[in-house]
């Protein structure tokens, strides 16, 4: 099992930046890619950016050359670096971590989401 907490949303004005942060314990070592997904009122979740064990990192068009995923390994943490935040931007934002379970398969686990509202 892998729990994962987030933080840091908040109010921001358009234009400015927000760090999110996660939090995972339990099984790290299970962990394959972790993710930051969004969701807006009456809208789907959308994935924001992914990055996997080996490093490698996926973003939405969206937001690309605006956010940044980043980890810190042994603080069992990841990040999400907004940049030049747009209304459009605002969301409950979701850790998400892919990992190895039973059976062959893959688990999903998902943090309580984090508000991020950009407005002036």
């Known amino acids: 099992q892998v729990q994962l907490v987030e933080s840091g949303g908040g109010l921001v004005q358009p234009g400015g930046s927000l760090r999110l942060s996660c939090a995972a314990s339990?099984?790290?070592?299970?962990?394959?890619?972790m993710g930051w997904y969004r969701q807006a009122p009456g809208k789907e979740r959308e994935l924001v950016a992914t990055i996997t064990s080996g490093g490698s990192t996926n973003y939405a068009d969206s937001v690309k050359g605006r956010f940044t995923i980043s980890t810190n390994n042994a603080k069992n943490m990841v990040y999400l670096q907004m940049n030049s935040l747009k209304a459009e931007d605002t969301a409950v934002y979701y850790c998400?971590?892919?990992?190895?379970?039973?059976?062959?398969?893959?688990?999903?686990?998902w943090g309580q989401g984090t508000q991020v509202t950009v407005s002036s």
């Open positions: 998400n971590a892919n990992a190895y379970g039973s059976n062959w398969s893959d688990d999903n686990y």
């Open positions: 339990g099984s790290i070592s299970s962990i394959k890619s």
